[in-house]
């Protein structure tokens, strides 16, 4: 099934969308049912990777998961906490000095197909920093625009 598909299946059957140009639409309406508080609480995470769910809206809670290169889900095993076995794909700053924009977009599409597998609603990752000093701890994962 391709990705389109699925998206509007999942939405057909919250009743919010029949075409992909009605999810605004359904989502206001959603959103002028809701208070301030309302609002907050979906930005607040029910546990370190879901956010709340509002069962009276029919919103189900979002699933996250960190994926600078591969899809790192943690799960608890009989030795304490661990990742679901993934893919671990070039970093992005691999991927972005090879200049080669379908390599990418192939690297994108693999992540969001394990990421669906696995239950994932949204990867954070990869990312796009601009490395201001070579000492950032963070910069290997990241595509920039500044060589480090």
Known sequence: MHWEDDHHLHFEEHGLADHPSDYDDA?????ATMDLE???LLGEGATC???RADDARGLPA???A???????KERVDALG????PATCFPTASSLGSA????????????????????????LLGPGINIKRHP??????????????
């Open 27 to 31: 989502s206001r309406r959603v959103v």
């Open 38 to 40: 309302s609002k907050c």
């Open 49 to 51: 990777w879901t956010t």
């Open 62 to 64: 979002v699933f996250l």
């Open 66 to 72: 960190d994926g600078p290169h591969g899809v790192r």
């Open 81 to 84: 906490l661990a990742s679901a």
């Open 99 to 122: 200049w080669d924009p379908d390599l990418a977009a192939s690297v994108g599409r693999a992540l969001g197909v394990e990421a669906r597998a696995q239950g994932v609603d949204v």
């Open 135 to 148: 000492l950032g701890g963070r910069n290997f994962e990241s595509a920039a625009a500044e060589r480090t």
